[in-house]
């Protein structure tokens, strides 16, 4: 069974820098598609990052493009989400994802497996 155990949020200032990370557990993740989504308060679930387990291709959402970095470990099972220059707006319950659907990367309906979360706070 696949577990995602997310963590690494915290409360920062704007301008702040904060590193997620994703344990990835329960098979052998090679062929995965891996993702970070946000969810803020009252709002629907955001697309942040994706990308495949081989390291080949990288998806971002416009809103973190240039600030935030999706990279993985694969020794240690580990995808990790680098967020610079953080803003107020991207104050949110961040979430790992993976899927094996190579298709719709920046959907939530195409991830199968999900973290709890882990919130991030940006205070201005």
């Known amino acids: 069974q696949v577990q995602l155990v997310d963590s690494g949020g915290g409360l920062v200032q704007a301008g702040g820098s904060l590193r997620l990370s994703c344990a990835a557990s329960?098979?052998?993740?090679?062929?995965?598609?891996m993702g970070w989504f946000r969810q803020a308060p009252g709002k629907e679930r955001e697309f942040v990052a994706n990308?495949?387990?081989?390291?080949?291709?990288?998806y971002y959402g416009d809103s973190v493009k240039g600030r935030f970095t999706i990279s993985r470990d694969i020794a240690k099972n580990t995808v990790y989400l680098q967020m610079n220059s953080l803003k107020p707006e991207d104050t949110a319950v961040y979430y790992c994802?993976?899927?094996?659907?190579?298709?719709?990367?920046?959907?939530?309906?195409?991830?199968?497996?999900w973290g709890q979360g882990t919130q991030v706070t940006v205070s201005s």
């Open positions: 329960g098979r052998t993740f090679s062929g995965y598609y």
């Open positions: 990308m495949d387990w081989e390291g080949r291709n990288r």
């Open positions: 994802a993976a899927t094996m659907k190579s298709y719709y990367p920046t959907q939530v309906y195409t991830y199968d497996y």
